[in-house]
């Protein structure tokens, strides 16, 4: 779709595009053929994680100042985006070195972080993240793989990690592990494990799992015993371990919107290309304006699901300290507003969807299965509705003032250079709420402004309007929920929903407003009537409202149909 | 919630624990009187991650800035009044 | 779980005997040992088979008397006890549903609606003795859309049929002693170029007939969906299903019962969905509590519960409807096959949340989930396709909107019809109509009742005047209708009126079904919850509103929930005794 500005760094994402498409041309990896093979046989798709490595996608894991690319997280989620948008498989099973390092990153010291990014940059090192254990779902502090310390300043570990994706390929892995015997939230320290190192006996890889999708991924685990870990090992302070992780949970959540833009870019290719192919009623399907509106829909659904991603990604280098709430509306809000536009894509595509091999390599519903998993992973939908939940007082409070961080989101929406990522910078809460849905009235009242000279639609005004109007409700419903732990009722999070939603028109609202941001007016503006859509009960867009946003047919209808 | 224009001028550690009981109270929705000072938070199904929203509700009312970890490194109401007085005091 | 013994079992319907005597036969679903337990189930699929010991039960069990009338010297007398029956089969095991039984009704409806004495007995006789009948319709290359098939049975100079193209993802057709093709008889465009030929596969010439490998399919893995190819394929003209070149007047009648029915069965899988993703989340220890006891949890599962008793209700109504309005049918089976399978998928996709990455897992702790999530898809498509329904309804507004909404008053449906356990008039397949002449006395229904029953719970009176609101802005909406509005080629808003129209049909269902409800009756049947919650959820599905299912109906639901998950019982209106 049109890309918006401030852009999506190419660099990198550039370079992976041509190595893939080349690659796929010749029969070689992301060829679709292959991709169903692979998926059929439930294989580890090696070939096409030694393609990204030789283009370099490592580096995109790793800071710009350890040796990483320039474009910090937006560039990362743009190459990631790349790769899933032909298999999801793939950008989950070459992705999770990311969100292995990201730790290390966050907490880690100056000498661990230049270790690290050696092992990324120099040898490709595959990085697991040990989280989960059988039984504990995404409660981190039911976890109980144990690190004792001996004598010697080493530690030993005990326990198993698991569903973990590569943690049987994965050379390093970093775990939390259980330090104080009574847990509790400084009861958890981080380690980084090198397997290569550790004794043989004291480790030993659980096999992998069969899944719904992601079919060739390592789904897998590992079981530690007694296993002897160096001091230097340990991230952080002890007893840091959950601060970390719910740290590096902000950016890596932030990242896992791309695994969704890819696999909804990908369902829109399919179903245009069917929509366009598909002979009925003396015409192409393509050609009847009830599917165009489902094509339509979905391109803006899209759209918004990129401002959103786009903008998320750039809060973490813009608006740091407010990533608490910011990655939990992406990551909660990208897949699933992305999730059902895939629904209704299969809809249009009906039968072919649903074929392994005969339409498209059976693709479809490969990206299908495979984008269910993301919803599911590294906090899944509801864990993160709730941490937005747990934060609504004070978002509350200051969408209601108005007040935001006005020099961060001046960065964030390109007015000003973005700076590199701090991740020191990173705080467990927001103190300065979400400035993105806090400025929605300011930018409404510019886009006013661009719309009465006419730089942008007078549409988009109108929808500016109306989200100003939403955030306002929002705010108030959030405030008039009683606050609640961890069994918040549904109510709370069908307004956590909203917040996604509006966040998300925020994103595509300040994308309009930024410099250069007219030229994608067309593709916002949709998806700021989408975001509507999701937002009020019964909202109508004007009859016309996603016609821009589908391609017409590449040629008219020629031969005639019987 | 509380709102600023609210915020008391002087903290003792009483009032201070007392209003966190209340915090606490409406959060978990049983009466203040139930909420025992020195359990710990998760006892009443506040978890780490919950409590961190307790800090932005003592930032507000007291008009300092809470480490939000300070509420894992003090998990119940008395100790987290006592870590909290001496921050107060320094306002 | 006890289960009833047929030998002991009062007396009821015959059908109800019936029911219970296949679940006595299916026994407990979660024993290791049973051949025909979730493990087998799981086991089948994982090889893409069908559950060989499941067909050799409904052989036993003699399920294919349920898809020939009895006339005929079967047990069919209606949808609704097809329905009841393939219910217990969908809890089961979806591919046992559609790979055994329904693809077999499918074809057979065409032949009692339109086939000669010969065939129809014929037909019957071979399905009394165990054989099948494979409903070869589809072409990929268009779908649903049947006026296009391009498979021609042209006369040959013999006088005989020639048959020439293919037939794809089509149930059973390696292995069915009997098939209904669709065909071209006639080059001309227009509806009277197509007709069903009932063949036997086995007795055509070998050289003029190559079967299709299987086609590989994410769902009913187990169901041999195949194809055929014809090369100058020559049959008897006879093999023709009633008058040549009627072909799509005889599918357009003929499905109306199944696009009842299909829907129907697989409220089954919902059903069995339901009862794993509670099982999973009250064996799923979170913070401290169960995943069931959570607030949100509690909300998804009363929500899928109030979800299959809407769909459960509206097909009562519709599959009663079809005795008492036949002629009508038309719409009320296509509003059912519009809102139903949308409904039971959204419902479905929506538990598997209760299960977290454990849905995910294939040999998890609940591994069936995954399955019936891809066991559901085809509901979509398979059959009839919302698109299709929605065009289907969308020529029929206007004149609705003339001939019933803009009188003060007209006919309603018959009481019976809202009163399932009340004996219903004989089926009558010749009275199935294209077209509903603009009359629809379920809505009539539904308006007469907001008038008069405005007295009894207050909640669900006011319900019922929003739901008459409804059809009046409806009725206003249609009247602007202009005739190019109506065809492929309409605007999006013109198709969005049909699903409003479904919506009102579900609503009048629900609330005829309360106002019409036995006195002095228990259960929840007897509880306004019911009602109000389905009428909750039918405003979710059709985008009237965005909220969670409220308090205290949350709780009702979950209450009776939970009873009969432990008791055993399905989650329908039936609320009958299962093993799945």
Same mark, same amino acid.
């Given at each position: ?131 989960? !254990? ?39 892995? /970093? ?89 909804? !870019? ?10 366009? !192919? ?141 700076? !590199? ?8 809460? /927001? ?36 989200? /100003? ?50 030229? /994608? ?42 | ?91 | ?192 170029? @197509? ?127 079809? @005795? ?58 398979? @059959? ?197």
């Amino acid at each position: 779709m049109t890309a918006v500005v401030p852009e999506w760094p190419a660099g990198l994402p550039a370079v992976l595009a041509d190595a893939m498409t080349a690659a796929a041309a010749t029969g070689g990896p992301f060829g679709v053929s292959r991709s169903a093979a692979l998926d059929a046989a439930e294989a580890f798709p090696e070939q096409e994680c030694a393609l990204l490595d030789a283009c370099g996608l490592p580096r995109a894991y790793v800071p710009a100042r350890l040796g990483g690319v320039p474009g910090g997280l937006p560039e990362l989620l743009h190459a990631l985006r790349e790769v899933a948008r032909r298999d999801v498989t793939v950008a989950v099973a070459h992705g999770k070195t990311f969100l292995g390092a990201v730790s290390t990153w966050v907490a880690g010291t100056e000498q661990q972080q230049r270790a690290l990014a050696r092992l990324l940059l120099d040898e490709n090192a595959v990085v697991a993240w040990g989280l989960t !254990e059988r039984g504990i779902g995404s409660d981190l502090l039911a976890g109980s793989l144990t690190a004792v310390r001996g004598p010697d300043r080493e530690w030993r570990l005990t326990g198993e990690k698991w569903p973990i994706n590569n943690a049987t390929r994965g050379r390093l892995i /970093s775990v939390l592990a259980r330090t104080d015997p009574a847990g509790g939230p400084r009861g958890f320290s981080l380690f980084l494990v090198d397997k290569s190192t550790l004794a043989e006996g004291t480790w030993q890889p659980l096999p992998k799992e069969p899944t719904h999708g992601i079919r060739g991924a390592d789904i897998s685990g590992l079981r530690l015993s007694d296993a002897p870990i160096p001091a230097d090992a340990l991230i952080g302070k002890v007893g840091d371990g959950l601060g970390t992780v719910l740290r590096a949970l902000q950016l890596t959540r932030t990242v896992c919107a791309a695994l969704s833009l890819g696999a909804g !870019e990908h369902a829109l290719r399919l179903a245009h290309e069917f929509a366009a !192919e598909r002979a009925l009623y003396d015409t192409r399907l393509l050609l009847l304006p009830l599917a165009r509106r489902v094509l339509g829909r979905a391109a803006a659904s899209l759209a918004l699901a990129d401002a959103a991603a786009l903008l998320g990604a750039r809060c973490a280098h813009g608006l740091t300290g407010e990533m608490s709430a910011v990655s939990a509306a992406v990551k909660a809000g990208v897949p699933w507003i992305v999730q059902q536009t895939i629904d209704d894509l299969a809809e249009l595509l009906g039968a072919r969807g649903f074929l392994t091999a005969h339409h498209a390599d059976g693709m479809f519903q490969k990206l299908e299965r495979d984008h269910r998993i993301v919803a599911v992973f590294d906090g899944s939908t509801a864990v993160n509705r709730s941490l937005l939940i747990s934060q609504f007082p004070l978002l509350a409070k200051l969408i209601r003032t108005g007040t935001y961080d006005a020099a961060g989101l001046a960065a964030t929406t390109g007015e000003t250079p973005l700076p !590199e990522l701090e991740p020191a910078a990173l705080r467990l809460v /927001s103190r300065t709420g979400c400035s993105v849905v806090q400025a929605v009235p300011e930018a409404a009242a510019r886009i006013a402004a661009l719309a009465g000279a006419g730089s942008v639609p007078p549409r988009a005004a109108a929808l500016a309007v109306l989200l /100003s109007e939403q955030t306002v409700a929002l705010a108030r419903d959030m405030a008039e929920l009683p606050p609640s732990a961890r069994n918040a009722p549904a109510a709370a999070f069908a307004v956590a929903r909203r917040f996604e939603a509006c966040f998300a028109g925020a994103a595509a609202l300040h994308l309009l407003v930024a410099p250069g941001g007219t030229e /994608s007016a067309v593709a916002l503006t949709a998806a700021l009537e989408r975001c509507m859509e999701l937002l009020v009960p019964g909202h109508r867009p004007p009859s016309d409202a996603y016609e821009p946003l589908v391609p017409p047919l590449a040629r008219p209808v020629e031969e005639p149909v019987r | 919630m509380s709102d600023i224009t609210d915020r008391p001028d002087t903290a003792d550690a009483e009032e201070l624990r007392e209003w966190l009981r209340g915090c606490v109270a409406e959060y978990v929705r049983r009466p203040a009187e139930d909420i025992d000072t020195d359990l710990p938070l998760s006892e009443y199904g506040l978890d780490s991650v919950y409590v961190l929203s307790l800090c932005a509700d003592i930032e507000d009312r007291y008009g300092i800035e809470v480490e939000p970890t300070l509420l894992w490194d003090h998990p119940a109401i008395g100790p987290l009044a006592d870590a909290l007085t001496p921050l107060l005091a320094g306002r | 779980m006890t289960l009833v013994d047929p030998a002991d079992s009062a007396s009821t319907a015959p059908h109800t005997d019936a029911i219970d005597r296949l679940e006595a036969l299916f026994g407990d679903a979660g024993d290791p040992a049973s051949p025909v337990g979730r493990d087998a189930v799981l086991a089948a699929d994982t090889h893409g088979t069908m559950l060989s010991a499941g067909e050799d039960l409904l052989d036993a069990f003699g399920l294919n008397a349920h898809f020939v009338p009895q006339a005929l010297g079967g047990r069919f007398t209606g949808p609704q006890e097809l329905i009841g029956v393939m219910r217990a089969v969908y809890r089961r095991d979806p591919c046992l549903g559609l790979g055994y039984g329904a693809g077999s009704f499918m074809a057979a409806v065409n032949v009692w609606t339109s086939g000669s004495t010969e065939q129809r007995t014929w037909l019957a006789a071979h399905l009394l003795s165990e054989g099948r009948v494979a409903c070869a319709y589809h072409e990929l290359a268009h779908g649903n859309d049947f006026a296009r098939a391009e498979l021609t049975a042209l006369p040959g100079p013999d006088g005989r049929l020639r048959i020439n193209g293919r037939k794809e993802v089509v149930a059973n057709l390696d292995r069915a002693g009997a098939m209904v093709l669709f065909a071209r008889t006639n080059g001309a465009p227009g509806s009277r170029s @197509h007709s069903q030929l009932l063949l036997e596969p086995d007795r055509l010439p070998p050289g003029s007939v190559t079967r299709l490998p299987r086609f590989g399919t994410v769902g009913m893995r187990g169901v041999p969906l195949g194809g055929i190819e014809f090369t100058d394929c020559p049959v008897p003209a006879d093999a023709v299903v009633g008058t040549s070149g009627h072909g799509l007047e005889t599918a357009q009648r003929s499905f109306q019962l199944t696009r009842i029915a299909l829907p129907g069965m697989s409220v089954g899988l919902l059903d069995t969905a339901l009862r794993t993703a509670l099982r999973g989340a009250l064996g799923r220890r979170l913070y401290g509590c169960t995943a069931a006891d959570l607030s949100l949890s509690r909300t998804v599962l009363a929500e899928a519960f109030a979800d299959l008793l809407l769909a459960d209700a509206f097909i009562t109504v519709a599959a009663r409807a079809a @005795h008492t309005a036949t002629g009508q049918c038309t719409v009320y089976a296509s509003a059912v096959k519009l809102l139903v399978p949308a409904l039971l998928m959204a419902a479905v996709h929506r538990l598997s949340e209760l299960l977290g990455s454990q849905f995910y897992l294939r040999a998890g702790e609940q591994p069936l989930f995954q399955k019936l999530q891809r066991d559901v898809l085809p509901s979509a498509f398979g @059959h009839a396709s919302r698109v299709s329904c929605q065009s289907a309804l969308l020529p029929q507004l206007p004149l609705t909107a003339r001939r019933t909404w803009s009188a003060d008053d007209g006919p309603v449906l018959p009481t019976a019809t809202f009163r399932p356990a009340e004996p219903l008039p004989p089926l009558d397949f010749g009275s199935l109509a294209l077209t509903a002449g603009g009359r629809d006395p379920l809505s009539r229904s539904l308006l007469q009742g907001a008038d008069r029953r405005t007295g009894e719970d207050e909640a669900i009176a006011a319900r019922a005047s929003e739901y008459a609101a409804e059809v009046r802005s409806l009725a206003a909406a249609a009247a602007c209708l202009t005739p190019d509005q109506l065809g492929p080629g309409a605007p999006p808003h013109a198709f969005d009126l049909t699903t409003r129209w479904a919506g009102v049909h579900a609503a009048a269902a629900c609330l005829g079904l309360w106002w019409e409800r036995p006195s002095g009756g228990q259960g929840l049947g007897n509880d306004p919850a019911w009602v109000l919650a389905a009428l909750h959820r039918l405003g979710a599905h059709t985008g009237r509103h965005h909220d969670p299912l409220p308090e205290p109906l949350t709780g009702v639901l979950c209450t009776e929930l939970l009873r009969r998950h432990d008791a055993g019982l399905t989650f329908d209106h039936a609320c009958r005794p299962t093993g799945a």
